[in-house]
């Protein structure tokens, strides 16, 4: 675009019939325009409408700032809401994880306390010394069987 050289008024302050009245209404000046004055005519009608192009892309570049604007906003909700979501998640995650543990903590208590239970009932059933017995026997076996 090539710049205004010229004073630029807004389209509603002036008309070319205004100008031309202007004109007329002076002492000594002619009524009919002259060259100079349809140059600052020409002037003024390409500053007018360099000036109307530019508000319309402000207008533009405002309207696509208002749009980015709004999608960033979109955005950072977005990305708060799948944040919060994981979090939670990872927070059920946490308890579900504490509650295994609890169940095997208990499971493994349960089981010793079991196993303690059977050693005495086997204990009970079968005297000591016959326990002693069978047990050097296993060793027995065992060593013999290593040698093979």
């Given at each position: ?69 709004a999608q ?24 579900q994880l ?14 010793a306390q ?35």
């Open positions: 675009m090539a710049a205004c050289t010229g004073p630029v008024m807004a389209e509603d302050e002036s008309s070319e019939e205004d100008s031309l009245s202007r004109f007329s209404s002076k002492p000594d000046v002619d009524s009919w325009p002259t060259s100079d004055d349809e140059d600052f005519d020409l002037e003024t009608k390409k500053c007018r409408s360099e000036l109307s192009q530019l508000h319309h892309r402000v207008l533009q570049l405002g309207e696509e700032a208002s749009t980015h604007q960033s906003e979109k955005n950072q909700l977005t990305i708060q809401l799948l944040t919060h979501g994981l979090e939670e998640a990872m927070l059920q995650e946490e308890l504490y509650g295994a543990t609890q169940r095997l903590r208990l499971a493994q208590s349960q089981n079991r196993v303690r239970q059977l050693w005495e009932e086997v204990a009970q059933l079968v005297p000591a010394g016959h326990v002693a017995e069978l047990h050097q026997l296993l060793e027995g076996e065992q060593r013999a069987a290593r040698r093979l």
